[in-house]
């Protein structure tokens, strides 16, 4: 769909404050099947809108082959690149902290799933009886203190 094409090439320049792959020259040729030269065929030696520094009508009317200063003149696949690589980073960080965090997990449930359950977990049953234990403890001590 032509339309759509036109969208999405017209966002990405505008986005990326870029002009045509590789800079404003794409916009002066390309290959016959191309939708690229669809548009060429009708606006020799111009740009579209979208790859000028301030958009408006027509701004990119007279603009193509080396550029201008009206116009963005770094293409938009290196700036694509570049935003991908800049998000790199992050995604790794993220990504490590994550197994981090689920190896932490494992490590922490592995003795609950062999039953090896640490204080923290006995049920209200056995801390009462530890308690009580406590308690019969103290009070033999006691009894062997008045002795």
Known sequence: NA???TKTIDWM???FSCCG???T???SGANNDSYAYTWIKTHANDVPD???KVVTEGCGVGQGLNGTDVTHDKGCLSVAVGFVEGRMVLSWVLLIIFILIEAGSIALAYPLARGECTPCCNTAEEIEEEE???????GKEKLEENV
């Open 3 to 5: 339309r759509a094409t």
């Open 132 to 138: 009580i234990e406590e308690e019969k403890e103290e």
């Open 25 to 27: 020259e794409d916009w």
């Open 21 to 23: 792959v590789v800079g």
């Open 13 to 15: 320049q505008e986005t």
């Open 50 to 52: 979208s790859c000028c």
